[in-house]
């Protein structure tokens, strides 16, 4: 015969749940949803699933154990890295996804080094654009690509040739 959950071991467990240490992520919003100083790369960014203070000059720092100085806000970068270990640093990072990995949306065609740019574009019905503010279309990152005469992008998938 069954045995029926008594109220004590209910408690214990919901005590356990309460007293439950959070994960960093869990205790502060998200650095890149709530701010512009975030800067867009490719889908390979760095985790670094860190707390940061964001101070009001738009300086990112490892908040550590101690808090947020006077003027800063708690926040948590998932994506990112420690650019100055001295300082604590740190660039936040959203990860793009790669517009070459849409079929169709690049050219597959040889460069050279110097000659295109990794940068974010707005694709909307195929056709791309630099930037990214009020993008009505889709976010992308192009690792490798031009800027036209026309103002459009094209990005290419296909190999570096050395110059």
Same mark, same amino acid.
């Given at each position: 015969m069954p045995r029926k959950i008594t109220f004590p *071991?209910?408690? #214990? %467990?919901?005590?356990? #749940?309460? /007293?439950?240490?959070?994960?960093?992520?869990?205790? !502060?919003r998200d650095l890149c949803d709530s701010s512009r100083v975030c800067e867009y790369t490719g889908p390979t960014a760095p985790t670094l699933d860190a707390d940061v203070c964001l101070d009001p000059t738009g300086e990112v720092k490892l908040k550590g154990m101690s808090p947020c100085s006077t003027g800063? *806000?708690?926040?948590?970068?998932?994506?990112?890295?420690?650019?100055?270990?001295?300082?604590?640093?740190?660039?936040? !990072? *959203?990860p793009l996804k790669n517009a070459c990995s849409v079929p169709g949306l690049c050219e597959?065609?040889? !460069?050279?080094?110097?000659?295109?740019?990794?940068?974010? *574009?707005?694709?909307?019905?195929? %056709?791309?654009?630099?930037?990214? !503010?009020?993008? =009505?279309?889709t976010l992308m990152w192009c690792d490798d690509g031009v800027?036209?005469?026309? =103002?459009? %992008?094209?990005? /290419?998938?296909?190999y570096e040739v050395p110059l």
């Open positions: *071991i209910l408690g #214990l %467990v919901g005590l356990a #749940l309460v /007293f439950a240490p959070l994960s960093a992520s869990a205790e !502060y800063s *806000i708690p926040f948590h970068v998932r994506f990112g890295e420690v650019v100055d270990p001295v300082m604590q640093l740190v660039v936040a !990072y *959203i597959a065609k040889e !460069y050279s080094s110097g000659t295109s740019t990794a940068q974010a *574009i707005c694709c909307v019905n195929g %056709v791309c654009w630099p930037g990214f !503010y009020d993008c =009505g279309g800027c036209n005469e026309d =103002g459009t %992008v094209t990005c /290419f998938e296909g």
